[in-house]
C-alpha cells in the first residue's frame, strides 16, 4: 500500500508569491491533517479535515488555507509569501478523526521563501 | 491550552546501551493520548510508540517502552540496546481523545556512537 505522497518535494518562492502543496493520503484514510515543521517553532498544527470538511484549525493567518477533495486529496495554499513561511509542511492522514487510529506522516515539502 | 515539553535539546548514548528520553506535558483533559514519533534525517516521521491516558500499564513495542506518570503528568521512552538505526529526532507528542490536533514537544536529537 502506498503511503502519504506529498508534491512538489522541493521549492522555491519569492515573498508575495502564493504557493500551493498537494497531499495524497493512504488509499482509505478519509482524515487528512497539515503541520508546519520549522527549527524555532518545531511542529505546530494547521488544520485537518475530514470528508471534505475542515474539522480542525491552528493558529495561523488567514493566507493559510486548505481543501479536500472527495478522493481525500489535500491541497494546502498560502497566500502572500513572508520569509517566515519557509518550512517544512508535513501531510498526514489517518482513518478517521480522534486519535485512536495511527497516523502516518509524508515525507513533507520543503518550501523556501526568498 | 495543552503543552509538551521535552526539556533536553540533545542526547547521545552508546550503541547496545539504553537511553531514556524526557517529556512532560500540561492537560486538563481526562481522556487523552501520548505518543513519541521518530524523523530520521530527511525522512518521514514514524510512530514509534502510543500511550492511551486511561491505561495503567506502561506500553512496549519490543526494543522501546514509555514510563508513564499520569500524576506528574510525565512520559519518558526508553530505548533499549540502542543501534545505529535509531539515530534521530524523536518528538513527543498529545493528543485529546475526540480531538485529532497533535501538541508536540520540541523535539530531541539522539545520536548513537558505535
Known amino acids: 500500500k502506498a503511503g502519504v505522497t506529498q508534491t512538489p518535494r522541493y521549492l522555491i518562492k519569492t515573498r508575495g508569491q502564493q504557493v500551493t502543496l498537494s497531499c495524497s493520503p493512504i488509499?482509505?484514510?478519509?482524515?487528512v491533517s497539515w503541520y508546519q515543521q520549522t527549527p524555532g517553532q518545531g511542529l505546530q498544527f494547521l488544520f485537518e479535515?475530514?470528508?471534505?470538511?475542515?474539522?480542525n484549525k491552528g493558529n495561523f493567518p488567514g493566507r493559510f488555507s486548505g481543501r479536500q477533495f472527495s478522493n481525500s486529496r489535500s491541497e494546502m495554499n498560502v497566500s502572500t509569501l513572508e520569509l517566515g513561511d519557509s518550512a517544512l509542511y508535513l501531510c498526514?492522514?489517518?482513518?478517521?478523526?480522534?486519535?485512536?487510529?495511527?497516523?502516518?506522516f509524508g515525507e513533507g515539502s520543503r518550501l523556501t521563501v526568498l | 491550552a495543552q503543552t509538551v515539553t521535552q526539556s533536553q535539546p540533545e542526547m547521545s548514548v552508546q550503541e547496545a546501551e539504553t537511553v531514556t528520553l524526557s517529556c512532560t506535558y500540561d492537560?486538563?483533559?481526562?481522556?487523552?493520548?501520548l505518543f513519541w514519533y521518530k524523523q530520521p534525517p530527511s525522512r518521514q516521521m514514524i510512530l514509534v510508540i502510543r500511550?492511551?491516558?486511561?491505561?495503567?500499564q506502561n506500553a512496549t513495542e519490543n526494543r522501546f517502552s514509555v514510563n508513564f506518570q499520569k500524576a506528574a503528568k510525565s512520559f519518558s521512552l526508553k530505548i533499549s540496546d540502542s543501534q545505529l538505526g535509531d539515530a534521530a529526532m524523536y518528538f513527543c507528542?498529545?493528543?485529546?481523545?475526540?480531538?485529532?490536533?497533535?501538541?508536540f514537544g520540541k523535539g530531541i536529537t539522539l545520536s548513537v556512537r558505535p
Open positions: 498526514a492522514s489517518r482513518l478517521g478523526t480522534g486519535n485512536t487510529g495511527e497516523l502516518f
Open positions: 479535515y475530514f470528508s471534505e470538511t475542515q474539522r
Open positions: 492537560t486538563s483533559e481526562s481522556d487523552y493520548y
Open positions: 507528542a498529545y493528543g485529546a481523545g475526540a480531538n485529532s490536533k497533535l501538541t
Open positions: 500511550q492511551e491516558a486511561y491505561k495503567q
Open positions: 488509499s482509505g484514510h478519509r482524515s
